[in-house]
């Protein structure tokens, strides 16, 4: 019997894109995350995370 292979990308290393943005984008297209502002808050946090200037306190 096979055993299943998980895989996890944290850093766009396997997949061209970042597994978080792909998960809220998926929650959005299945109507879970309703916010208005819920993808492009996402994207401002993930911009703020890759500059470096992402205050964890008041996330």
């Given at each position: 019997m096979s055993k299943p292979l998980y895989v996890f990308d944290m850093d766009e290393t396997l997949f061209d894109a970042d597994c978080a943005m792909l998960w809220n984008r998926f929650l959005v297209e299945k109507g879970i995350a309703t916010a208005p502002d819920f993808?492009?808050?996402?994207?401002?946090?993930?911009?703020?995370?890759?500059?470096?200037?992402?205050?964890?306190?008041?996330?």
């Amino acid at each position: 019997m096979s055993k299943p292979l998980y895989v996890f990308d944290m850093d766009e290393t396997l997949f061209d894109a970042d597994c978080a943005m792909l998960w809220n984008r998926f929650l959005v297209e299945k109507g879970i995350a309703t916010a208005p502002d819920f993808l492009e808050e996402d994207k401002r946090l993930m911009d703020l995370y890759a500059q470096g200037n992402m205050d964890m306190k008041i996330i």
